[in-house]
């Protein structure tokens, strides 16, 4: 006989108190061959028809968050990384507001009907249940469990860290993690450190351990604790994605993620082609919907070279034409070519750098582009060292026509820097502490303007952007300088390139290993 856990109740229609709605029930099958149960069945609460009237929002760290920690411990001495797993944690969790919902009488087991005596709760066909304890698919179930967790860790001295979401440090040990959902993925100096999360942990809640920390959230993590390096991948992402979106294999080989017009030179200014292609029919906007929300993640944790035209396709996801479809097919057949991307990052002083860059009037409607390459390199001197995997890569169109170049550059540093600041604060939280971050860009008006080193006359334009990179300069968070546009790797990520600069920069984007 299965032990019950007290979660949900059988009750009579009229026992749902006034102004509470009840919501469907959802039969979910799944087979996930990362868990220890591959085969999984789970009833789900209909938690899009709840209107919890508190806080649903759970803090959970992102995927910058968990690559800044896979780099302090390849850049820590004596320091691994572990994996823990809580099991089924959103079930159990005590509700001081129950919820309410019902299910078809012809769905539940004839056992059960008899067990509960349930034909004398049936109303209208259905019965009603009211929910105690957290489940599946409650949209209060990620906080409400999380708050508890916290409770029961600052017991044994684990608390979150204050700006960070979803980063944990121990008062005294050297110990961090990072806590997505149930998945911990921890720092540790000490094996005995390790053991005391691990068994803090299992106090409360029954947790798979995966000391080798192979895997986290999905991402495959390949350990040389000897060369002090770490490899990301996700393999088979792209090969079953493709098989999702019934993509065929190319004829032939794509080495660029976008199309490239190669430019005429010595003749008269080119204008602009315009796209008089039929717009795309509802099927064609959902499926090109379905390719960018599936490949953004993908690019966002193990391949940065996807970024730009995933952020073009993601632009004209309203108003794309037969051009746009055309585009996001020679970029599936890129994916084809590149199916098993990976990241390495190497050991350093875990200082932030970042190269900015811009593309001034080369996307749609006279707009420009932004790139930035974040990574994790030595502490600044005066020579420019080769970047390590990146962290965070930016490719972004900026939201306003900018009237020069040097607008676009200052523009590409405002957003560069601004998303700095926050991976600042983590690096400070995990005990890095940063000196003024060094920007490098390739235009020496913005570098002018950042450092207060030109006279305002045209640039009164773009006081926001001018004024608010200076003051963080001033308060010694950056430190823009120029440098060759030949060694900034943002440039990477703001235009078209042709399949040559792909193949020679693809490797130093994503830091492979020299063979």
Known sequence: RVEGTNTIFFIHHHEIPNGRTPVYARIVVDIRPQKEE???????????????????????????????????????????????????????????RYEYMFMPIDLIPQEIIEEYNLMDKVHNGKVFME???????????GIIAQELLTERLAKHGYHPCRHTHGLWKHDTRPITFTLVVDDFGVKYVGREHAKHLADSIAKYYPISIDW????????????????????????????????????????????????????????????????TTDTMTTSQTKLLQKVVGKFLFYGRA??????????????????????????MTHFLNYCATHPDASITYTASDMILHIHSDASYLTAYRAHSRVGGHFYLGKIPDNTNPKPNGPILALAKIIDVVVASAAEAE???????????????????????????????????????????QCKQVRSKAIDMRFYWIQ?????????????????????YYTKHHPIYHHQDERPNILNEPTR
């Open 131 to 141: 929910i105690r304890k957290g489940m599946y698919g409650l949209p209060q179930s």
């Open 212 to 275: 080798d920390g192979k895997l986290y959230c999905g991402i495959h993590l390949k350990w040389d604790y000897q060369r002090r390096t770490v490899n990301l991948s996700i393999p088979g992402y792209v090969t079953s994605a493709l098989h999702e979106f019934q993509h065929p294999e190319p004829k032939k080989p794509t080495h660029a993620p976008s199309h490239w017009n190669k430019p005429v030179y010595g003749r008269a200014p080119q204008l602009t082609s315009i796209d």
């Open 471 to 491: 003051d963080r300069v001033d308060q010694n968070q950056f430190h823009i300088f120029w440098a060759p546009g030949k060694g900034n790797y943002g440039d």
């Open 38 to 96: 591959v085969e999984r069945t789970r009833i789900c609460v209909g938690g899009n028809m709840i209107d919890y009237p508190g806080d649903v929002s759970a803090k959970v760290a992102d995927i910058a968050t968990a690559k800044i920690l896979f780099n302090s411990v390849i850049s820590t001495p004596d320091a691994k990384f572990m994996g823990i797993d809580i099991k089924n944690f959103y079930l159990g969790t005590p509700m001081a």
């Open 410 to 452: 200052v523009g590409a540093l405002f957003y560069n820097c601004k998303a700095a600041v926050p991976l600042r604060t983590i690096l400070e939280e995990m005990g890095h502490i940063q000196p003024a971050t060094p920007v490098q860009v390739d235009n020496s008006t913005a570098v002018a303007i950042a450092n207060k």
């Open 302 to 327: 193990v391949d940065p070279t996807m970024l730009h035209i995933l952020s073009e396709l993601a632009s004209a996801q309203t108003k794309g034409t037969q051009q746009t479809m055309d585009a």
